[in-house]
């Protein structure tokens, strides 16, 4: 049996039983009892997942493991009362995170912009469904480009794969790589330009 009430400590065996069950039941006895503890048992569960998004994005282990702490900070502080999928919620929380220290340090310059063009905080339902749109725009966009072109801005770009594994799993010789890259890159600044003139 969990001790539920409000203010109780948790023993050892307590968060060993935490471990064992779903996030839905853990957020719902956090909720019930304000123990932060209950949240922290589900933060740990996710820490891996948290630190491979920050890694993926800044590119640096002291800026990833700063970045997990300070959304953890911000879970333990600020946890909407109506988040359901609690993994889901903390992914786009940490994504957001990245992009919001990528844009105040201006790690992204010149053309690299483009690809964090829908990389705005969520503050609320309309900010997320713009960015749908924009995501839904740059598949179109993304299916429109010759066959070379979407493979290799899709491989470098979304797979974070090198110029090196594309030549070796497709064949290409390194300067088609780089003009399909290049020139798709081109076509989609193009195209997606065109798409928001339109909407």
């Known amino acids: 049996m969990w001790n539920n009430q409000p203010g109780a400590s948790l023993n ?8 064992q069950h779903s996030d839905e ?8 009892t304000g123990d932060n503890r209950w949240l922290g048992i589900l933060l740990q569960r996710y820490t ?13 282990k002291e800026l ?4 997990v702490q300070q959304v953890f900070l911000k879970t333990l502080t600020s946890l909407p009362p109506d988040v359901q999928n609690f993994k889901g919620w903390l992914y786009i929380l940490m994504r957001n995170h990245c992009f919001q220290q990528l844009r105040d340090k201006k790690y992204v310059q010149g053309e690299e912009a483009l690809l964090y063009s829908t990389a705005n905080p969520l503050p609320d339902v309309q900010e997320l469904h713009r960015q749908e749109q924009e995501i839904d725009r740059m598949k179109d966009a993304l299916g429109e480009l010759d066959e070379g072109q979407r493979i290799c801005i899709t491989m470098f770009y979304l797979e974070k794969k090198s110029y090196q594994q594309i030549m070796d799993e497709k064949g290409y010789s390194f300067m088609q790589v780089k003009s399909y890259i290049q020139n798709g ?15």
Request: glycine fraction near 4%.
């Open 12 to 19: 050892n065996k307590e968060i060993l039983a935490g471990n």
């Open 25 to 32: 039941e853990l957020l719902s006895v956090f909720r019930n």
């Open 48 to 60: 891996v997942l948290l630190l491979g998004v920050a890694m993926k994005y800044l590119k640096d």
């Open 64 to 67: 990833a493991t700063d970045a």
């Open 185 to 199: 890159k081109r076509r989609l600044k193009v195209m997606l330009d065109k798409n928001r003139k339109e909407t």
